[in-house]
C-alpha cells in the first residue's frame, strides 16, 4: 500500500505533471473585472473597521449595504471606462496603474460631489470625507498589489523553470534600443536568454544597473567582458558601429567561442513581442556588408520616371532587384522578360503585392530569339535597356560552351543590334570580373559580348543610328545570389557538413545584391556610351576564412563538430579574381568607388565577322572549336583546370588581336 502510494506521490509531482503557472492560459476580461469588484469590497470592509476603531460618527442615511454598493458601483463603473480590465495581468505595466490611479480618483471625486450634493439637498452627508480617502488608498492598494503580485509570480516561474537550457548572454549597448531588446527577451516565453547584463564603449554609462542588470565599460576585449558575466552569447543592439569595428568584435567572439546574434531596431517593430523574435544569429552577410555607397537619385529620376524599361533576366536575383529599384521610379512601363518561368510566376506575385499600381509586363523570351525581340521592340519603343541575362555557372559553361555561346554572346548581340535598329536610349549590359584575363567559357564569353557592344557603339557612334549609348557595368561576386558559395556553404552547414571548398587559398571580392543594382543603375543614368564601369569592391576575402567565420556564426567549431573538405579547383576557376585586365586602365568618376575602365576598342568589322563564326560553330555543337574560335577573339582567355588547356598552345592568333585585346 505503502509503495504504490509513493508511486504515484512521484507520478503527480514529476516533471511531465507538476503545474507551470507560465502555461495558464490567459484570464477573460470578465474574470479580471470580478476580482477587482471583489478587492473593491474588501477595501470597503476595511474601510468600515478602519473608522470604527477611530470614530463613533458614521452617517447613517444610507446603510451600509447601500453605501458600499454605492461606491463599488461607481468604481465599477469607472473601470468600464478606462477599461483596466483589458491589460494581461502577468503582463502589467505603469500604465495599468496609471488606469486604475485614475478610475479610482475618479470614482473618489464623484464620491465626494455626491457627499455634498445630499448635504445640499437632504442635510445629511452619505459618507466621511476620511472613510473616502481612506477607501481610495485601500482599494488603490489592493489592486495594483494583486497585478504586482500576478506579475511576480510569473516571472518567478520563468526564471525557475526546469529542463530549458537558457543561452547565457550580454547585450553590446546600453542605450533606449539596448534596453527595449533587454526587456523583451527577458519577458519572452519560452525563454532562450538569460539576460547577464550589458556592455558598452559609452564611458558614461559605466558602473551602473540597468533593469537589475550590471553596465560594463568595454575598456579592453569584449570577449573579457562576456567571460566576466558568466556569458556565451552575446548580441549586438548598436548600428553605431562601423564595418571595421563590427568585424572586430566579432572576430574576437568567435575566436573565443562566443555565439553573436543580431538585434533589431525597435522603433522599426510595432511591439516588444515581433522584436524578441527579430533577435537573429549573426550572418555572413552582417560582416561582409560595407558602408552604402551614397548616390545622386536625381539622375536616375530623369532617365527612368515615365519612361518604358526592358529588364532582361528579370526573374535572377540581379535582374529581379533591378526590377525593383526601378519600380521605385514609377517608370511609364516596365517589361521583365526571363525564360525561367516559375521565377518570373514568383516575380510576378511579389510585383502584385508591393507595386500594385506599376505599369508592367512580365514575358517569357529567350534572348537567343532574335524575332521575339524585335516584335517585343516594335510594339513598345523602349528607352533603357538593362541587360541581366547570362549564363553563369562556371562548371556548367565549361561542358556547355555552345549554350554560353547562345545566351551570353548571341543573346547580347540580338538586343544590342535591336537596341541600335528601334533606337533604344541608353543599353546597360551586366558584366562580371570574369571576364577579365578569363579562364573559363563563361567568362570569355562575358568578354567577347563586352568587346561586341563597344565595338557597335563606337563604329555607330556619330551616324544616325548611333543614338543608343552603350554602357557596361563590372563586379564580382554577389551575396545571396542564386548559386552563391554563402547559401551553399549555409545549406551545407545546417545539414551538418561538409563544407567543400575547391582551393585552400581561393579568395573572391563581394558586394550585396542591393549594391551591385545600384551600381548598374547609377552607370545608366551617368553613361555616355562605350564604357565599362568597374567598382571599388574593397579587400577580397578569404573563401576558407569565409567558410570558417559561417560555422562559427552558426554556434559549431569548425573540423570537430562541422567538417571543412578541400575538393580541388573546378574547371575554368582561378584563384583570385580582377576588375582589371594588365592593359587596361582607369578614370575617375564623381564617385570615389565607381571608376571607368579603358580599353581600346577593335573594329566592329572584324570583331562582328568573328562573332558570326563563333555562332555558326556553337550551333554546330563543336565544343573545342568554339573556345579555339573564342579564344582566337579573346587572346588573354587562357583555360585553367580545364579540358580546353591544350587549346592554348594550338590556338593561332587572331589578325586583330591587339586591337581588341
Known sequence: MGKNLNKALEQILSSENRLDIRNIKYLPRWAILGIDVALLIVSDYLTLLALEDLTNRI?????????????????????????????LIRHSSYLDALKIMLANFSTFM???ILNYLSLFLIGERIYLVAGLVFYFLVSFALLFLFRLSVKQIYEYFKNTQKNQNLKKAVIFGAGENAISIAGALESEHPKRFDIRGFVTNDN??????????????????????????????????ENTLTAEEKFALVEDCLENNIQVFNAPIVS???????????????????????????????????????????????????????????????????????????????????MEGKFPDLNYKCIICDVGNRKRLALLLQKSPVDVIYHAAAYKHVPLMEANPHEAVFVNIQGTKNLADLAVEYKVGHFVMVSTDKAVNPTNVMGASKRAAEIYVQSLY???????????????????????????????????????????????????????????CQ??????????????????????????????????????????????????????????????????????THHKKIMIAVDQPGKYEEINESILKIIKSATKLKSHKVVAKLKALVPEFKSNNSTFERLDKDTIKHPTQKKIS
Not at 206 to 233: F, H
Request: charged share 20%; aromatic share 8%.
Open 59 to 87: 452617517y447613517d442615511f444610507l446603510s451600509f449595504p447601500e453605501r458600499m454598493f454605492l461606491a463599488v458601483g461607481v468604481n465599477t463603473f469607472f473601470f468600464l471606462i478606462f477599461r483596466t480590465y483589458a491589460g
Open 110 to 112: 464623484t464620491l465626494i
Open 204 to 237: 558614461t554609462r559605466r558602473n551602473i544597473r540597468i533593469l537589475g542588470k550590471p553596465v560594463i565599460y568595454n575598456g579592453w576585449k569584449v570577449s573579457d567582458e562576456a567571460k566576466v558575466l558568466n556569458a556565451t552569447a552575446l548580441i549586438l543592439s
Open 268 to 350: 522599426n517593430y510595432e511591439d516588444e513581442k515581433s522584436v524578441s523574435n527579430k533577435v537573429k544569429s549573426l550572418q555572413i552577410e552582417d560582416l561582409l556588408d560595407r558602408e552604402p555607397i551614397l548616390l545622386n537619385k536625381e539622375n536616375k529620376r530623369q532617365q527612368l520616371t515615365g519612361k518604358t524599361i526592358l529588364v532582361t533576366g528579370g526573374a535572377g536575383s540581379i535582374g529581379s532587384e533591378i526590377v525593383r529599384q526601378v519600380a521605385e521610379y514609377n517608370p511609364g512601363l516596365l517589361l521583365i522578360l526571363d525564360q525561367a518561368e516559375t521565377p518570373l510566376h514568383n516575380l510576378q506575385l511579389e
Open 458 to 516: 563606337h563604329s555607330a557612334s556619330g551616324t544616325e543610328t548611333g543614338k543608343t549609348k552603350f554602357i557596361t557595368t563590372r563586379f564580382g561576386n554577389v551575396l545571396g545570389s542564386n548559386g552563391s558559395v554563402v547559401p551553399l556553404f549555409r545549406k551545407q552547414i545546417e545539414k551538418g557538413g561538409p563544407v567543400t571548398i575547391t582551393h585552400p587559398d581561393i579568395i573572391r571580392y563581394f558586394m550585396t545584391i542591393p549594391e551591385a
Open 519 to 588: 551600381l548598374v543603375l547609377e552607370a545608366g543614368a551617368m553613361g555616355k556610351g562605350g564604357e565599362i564601369f568597374i567598382f571599388d569592391m574593397g579587400e577580397p576575402v578569404k573563401i576558407m576564412d569565409l567558410a570558417i567565420k559561417m560555422i562559427r556564426l552558426a554556434g559549431f567549431i569548425p573540423n570537430q563538430q562541422i567538417g571543412i573538405k578541400i575538393t580541388g579547383l573546378r574547371p575554368g576557376e582561378k584563384l583570385y579574381e580582377e576588375l582589371l585586365s594588365n592593359k587596361s586602365k582607369t578614370l575617375p
